[in-house]
Nanobody, 124 residues
Framework: QVQPVESGGGLVQAGGSLRLSCQAS????????MGWFRQAPGKEREFVAT????????YYADSVKGRFTVSRDSSKITVYLQMNSLKPEDTAVYYC?????????????????WGQGTQVTVSS
């Protein structure tokens, strides 16, 4: 069992950048595909990006494609979400999730472990 812990959220102006990190508390993410999701006020949680265990496959929501990049370090301890050209509509709580047997999924129900989330606020 792993416990994802997110960090790196904050307040940024539109057009700015942030990098979110997700670390595994107590062990590594070795063998896990990882996903990023977000939930804006009054909205359902939605898929943002996912990366396979080996890092060779990545998928993005259309709304972030070309602006966000998901990556993971070779030690399999940390997963990153680099967010560029941020927009006010990117404001949300961002969650990191671990999928023990998958290769990367857009579906929440495929993920086994979730972090507590980190707030990202983009001002106009």
């Amino acid at each position: 069992q792993v416990q994802p812990v997110e960090s790196g959220g904050g307040l940024v102006q539109a057009g700015g950048s942030l990098r979110l990190s997700c670390q595994a508390s107590g062990r590594t993410f070795s063998g896990y595909a990882m996903g990023w999701f977000r939930q804006a006020p009054g909205k359902e949680r939605e898929f943002v990006a996912t990366i396979s265990w080996g890092g060779g496959n990545t998928y993005y929501a259309d709304s972030v494609k070309g602006r966000f990049t998901v990556s993971r370090d070779s030690s399999k301890i940390t997963v990153y979400l680099q967010m560029n050209s941020l927009k006010p509509e990117d404001t949300a709580v961002y969650y990191c999730a671990a999928d023990r047997y998958g290769s990367g999924s857009r579906k929440e129900e495929d993920y086994d472990y979730w972090g507590q989330g980190t707030q990202v606020t983009v001002s106009s």
